[in-house]
């Protein structure tokens, strides 16, 4: 009697252990299913013509970066430096005429924009710095905004379950994923395992899906809950 309750407990926790773990492998194996769908229909994809102002950043970056990469009056700055940070003229040396070249003139902490021995004023804000600089950069914007969403309609989510209904198809990709072991499956039915399935998407439509935001302490918690629940209990003596 005492064996059969300790057997019933045991199932109950692996099965907990089982479900939450089965979350992250899940997660896994659809950004992988998602990959292999958009390879197979990408080169057959409509490709939306670009917009003039799509057409008008990419311009900008490209004119970014060539002026990043010349020296047009030689003086040891960079176009891009003279013109956004510094405030000099790209085309000549020495832009206050002093007969000091704008780069040795910084390297002294000294105003390119003022003679030496003058006292010059300036608005505050005449040379932007990096972080500004950074800040308002269209195409460092553009990578936080392209950050990959998993199941982005229900069309994915559809095709994905449809994958997920075959018992052994499922096991075979937790176990490809290397976060369940065959140990792990052989405690859990079938039936069970496509439950498992059906309510996770049940719970992550487009209406109601968050994104998930586990830490890497959260998953080893889950994974040593599990362990833990391999573990035969030893009754008291």
């Known amino acids: 009697m005492y064996n059969d309750q300790n057997k019933q407990s045991l199932s109950k926790e692996q099965k907990v252990g089982f479900s939450l773990l089965f979350v992250f492998a899940l997660l896994t194996i659809g950004l992988g299913f998602l990959q292999l769908r958009n390879n197979i229909y990408g080169p057959f994809a409509y490709v939306t013509p670009e917009t003039p102002s799509v057409l008008y ?3 900008e970056q490209q004119e970014m970066v060539r002026l990043q990469s010349i020296d047009t009056d030689q003086d040891g ?10 405030n000099t003229s790209a085309y000549i040396p020495d832009t206050d005429s002093d007969g000091v070249t704008d780069k040795e003139e910084i390297n002294k902490n000294e105003d390119p924009n003022c003679p030496i021995g003058k006292i010059c004023s300036a608005p505050a804000d005449a040379l932007p710095t990096v972080n500004q600089e950074m800040a308002t950069s269209p195409s460092l914007q553009a990578e ?14 559809n095709t994905f379950k449809e994958v997920l209904q075959d018992p052994q198809e499922v096991k ?7 976060m369940v072991s ?18 996770i998407f049940a719970e992550n439509t487009p209406e109601t899906q968050e994104t998930i935001t586990e830490t890497k302490e959260d998953k080893e918690s889950v994974e040593l809950d599990l362990a833990h629940a391999e573990q035969p209990l030893v009754g008291n003596e």
């Not at 936080?144 to 989510?157: E, H, K, R, S, T």
């Open 172 to 178: 075979t990709m937790l176990l490809d994923s290397g």
């Open 144 to 157: 936080a905004n392209n950050l990959f969403a998993p199941f982005q309609n229900q069309v994915d989510i």
């Open 77 to 86: 700055l960079s176009d891009y430096e003279e013109i956004f940070f510094y």
């Open 57 to 59: 950043e990419d311009l």
């Open 182 to 199: 065959e140990r792990q499956l052989r405690n859990i039915s079938d039936k069970e395992l496509i439950n498992i399935v059906n309510n």
